[in-house]
């Protein structure tokens, strides 16, 4: 668990990667179900020290530190899914692009509403910038972690505002 500016950010890990970022919006047992029914291979047991390298990682993206990620994520979706979190990950740090850009570049113009609820599917949070989406009109709009921290995760990237001292 992380905690960035008096918020807590969950995370999960299977041996091959990082699987989940989680905030306190999410019920800890909803978090817990959407995991066994996505890794059904897997069991939940609290390990810090394994989590430590992701959690370090992390800790440097809010101290401004580090505007990527090296670690390996274990990430499960459909092939749409992973097309669209793919295309996320393209989004320069401190940039953000509209869903329909997100449909474009995927060659699917007419495809928003899928790309939405496949960025709103996004299992790791930071990780893959969901965040760095917006709304056509330039407007904050659908993120898991809730609106308020969308805000903070660009006004990091964008002004350049740790969200850790």
């Known amino acids: 668990m992380a905690t ?6 969950y995370l999960i ?3 091959k990667g990082l699987c989940y970022v989680g905030t306190q919006n999410n019920e800890f047992k909803e978090v817990t179900n959407n995991f066994k029914s996505t890794f059904p291979d897997y069991h939940l047991e609290q390990n810090n020290e ?29 092939e749409f899914q992973l097309a669209v979190w793919n295309e996320l990950r ?12 997100i ?16 960025i709103s599917s996004n299992p790791v949070l930071i990780i893959i910038p ?3 989406v917006i709304g056509k009109n330039g407007d904050l709009v659908g993120y898991r972690g809730g609106i308020d921290m969308k805000k903070q995760l660009l006004e ?8 850790l001292k």
């Open 4 to 9: 960035y500016n008096q918020r807590e950010v």
């Open 13 to 15: 890990a299977t041996t």
């Open 50 to 78: 394994k989590l430590q390298p992701f959690l370090a990682e992390l800790m440097a993206y809010f101290q401004q530190q580090r505007t990527f990620f090296t670690f390996p994520v274990d990430i499960r979706g459909t």
């Open 90 to 101: 393209k989004i320069p740090y401190g940039q953000t692009y509209s869903y329909s850009q």
């Open 103 to 118: 449909a474009s570049n995927l060659g699917s113009p007419n495809s928003v509403r899928a790309v939405a609820k496949a």
């Open 130 to 132: 969901c965040h760095r």
């Open 156 to 163: 990091l990237e964008i002004r350049k505002q740790p969200l």
